[in-house]
């Protein structure tokens, strides 16, 4: 090869790995200079949505290059950023056979096109993609190419949690808990606290083990469950099977449990009011420190990291018992009905920062492609992504404020519904409700002798 095209391709699933493409690109570069290959242009594609970016322009160019015998060979990380279904792996082998150009890709693959062992298996993942999808659309046969290129992933394998084996149909048990999960999740909840609950009622996972936050998050970040085609951790298409959860509710689970920085493998609270009780002396917000004798309770504390004041403690039993009740009696009343109802429609609003958050990682992805092909410096690189970074931040804390509704959900005017089930809720997950509803409490000094829990103590701010 004396004119190479080097390809690279970024996709969803390098979500804040940004350097995905610079990491092809650089192998891809190292490998040329080993094997004294020149790299005459390189060639990327941002692809991070497949229902939006189809057309490739940089492959169809690149294409339109090998063609025109411009470059004599294609050099790919892996096969996978060549080719995301048969189709355009035929139309590729059509080419290659036609010009004679080579390609090979730097992590070897199973596929590699310059064998004629590896024409051979790519012609048989293209042809039983054809033979079995004439009438099926195009992307039906990307999942066919999902399976056949992942091998191992067919559905034939361990039965998927929620599906039959074949994967036709629902196991409305499972999917009830697959729906429930959801919800508590974008309600709040943390997944371990799901976890722990769902093996309390004996609720059994796929393989009859006891479920684990990896397993419920693989479960609830798998677009599978919405009826999406995932291909190497990236949804690329929609599915032909039934669906438990919404595509919308796919993307903002994933916003919340894929993404690193809001990533929570924590225990869950043991005080559920962490960070709504103030210090009615000085406006802190009070944080948990156990009294002496084990008790819990929440704290006005001063010192190197804390901005109290050190005069205000308040044991935490009696407190939060008196803010279920009062949450529980809010519930019932007709302003707040009012006022939840007045909430513009929340799916609406929520697809719509999720899009916005999709855009701003758009333009990370877009950033490091600059980077990568080395027209700006790291600092620089460093530097642009923050503005960027900050609308992803934005967008979050908004959409975060949406989950009020969610986590009201079926229980405004039926206190009786939540009275029964509270104390079984968990810190997280009352946690997530009472913040729906109130926006602080702030605590006023006790009266000198008085050791009961006084109720007059406790100043409630509701939130509209
Ligand atoms: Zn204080």
Not at 74 to 81: G, P, Q, S
Not at 276 to 284: D, E, N, P, T, W
Request: aromatic share 6%.
């Amino acid at each position: 090869m004396k004119a190479a095209a080097l390809y690279a391709r970024i996709s969803a699933d390098r979500r804040g790995n940004e350097a995905g493409v610079t990491r092809q690109i650089d192998e891809c570069r190292a490998w040329a200079e080993r094997n004294g290959v020149t790299v005459a242009e390189v060639y990327v594609d941002n692809d991070i949505s497949a229902y939006r970016g189809k057309s490739r322009p940089e492959y169809r160019r690149m294409c339109e290059d090998v063609k025109a015998s411009i470059r004599d060979g294609v050099i790919a990380w892996h096969l996978d950023r060549l080719h995301r279904n048969p189709i355009e792996l035929e139309e590729f082998i059509v080419l290659i056979e036609a010009t004679g150009a080579e390609v090979r890709t730097v992590t070897g693959g199973d596929y590699d096109l310059s064998t004629s062992d590896g024409r051979a298996m790519a012609r048989v993942v293209g042809a039983f993609a054809r033979k079995e999808s004439e009438d099926k659309s195009r992307r039906i046969k990307s999942e066919q190419h999902q399976r056949a290129h992942a091998g191992k992933r067919s559905w034939g394998g361990t039965r998927a949690y929620g599906y039959s084996a074949d994967h036709r149909k629902l196991v409305p048990k499972e999917g009830a808990i697959i729906k429930e999960a959801a919800k508590r999740i974008l309600a709040g909840e943390t997944l371990r606290s799901v976890c722990v609950d769902l093996n309390a009622r004996h609720v059994p996972t796929v393989t009859g083990k006891e479920w684990t936050t990896t397993v419920l998050r693989r479960i609830l970040t798998s677009g599978a469950i919405s009826a999406q085609v995932v291909y190497q951790g990236e949804i690329v298409a929609p599915g032909d099977w039934p669906a438990v959860i919404t595509p919308s509710e796919t993307a903002r689970l994933r916003t919340k449990l894929l993404d690193p920085a809001r990533r929570t493998n924590r225990a869950p609270r043991r005080y559920p009011l962490m960070g709504l009780v103030r210090c009615g002396i000085c406006g802190a917000k009070m944080v948990s420190r156990p009294r002496g004798d084990g008790a819990r309770r929440y704290f006005c504390a001063k010192g190197p990291g804390f901005a109290g004041c050190g005069h205000m403690a308040i044991l935490s039993e009696p407190l939060e018992q008196f803010v279920a009740d009062a949450v529980l009696h809010r519930l019932d009343t007709p302003d707040l009905q009012r006022a939840l109802l007045q909430q513009v429609s929340q799916d609406d609003e929520a697809d719509a920062l999720q899009r916005q958050i999709d855009d701003a990682r758009v333009d990370l992805e877009n950033l490091a492609t600059v980077h990568g092909e080395g027209h700006i410096t790291l600092a620089e690189w460093l530097a642009a992504r923050k503005p960027i970074e900050a609308r992803i931040d934005n967008a979050a804390r908004y959409m975060s404020r949406l989950t009020r509704t969610t986590a009201l959900e079926g229980f405004v005017g039926n206190s009786e519904a939540l009275r029964g089930q509270w104390t079984s809720l968990g810190p997280a997950r009352q946690r997530a409700i009472v913040a729906a509803l109130i926006d602080h409490l702030t605590i006023a000094s006790a009266v000198k002798g008085r050791n009961i829990f006084d109720p007059n103590r406790i100043g409630v701010l509701w939130r509209a």
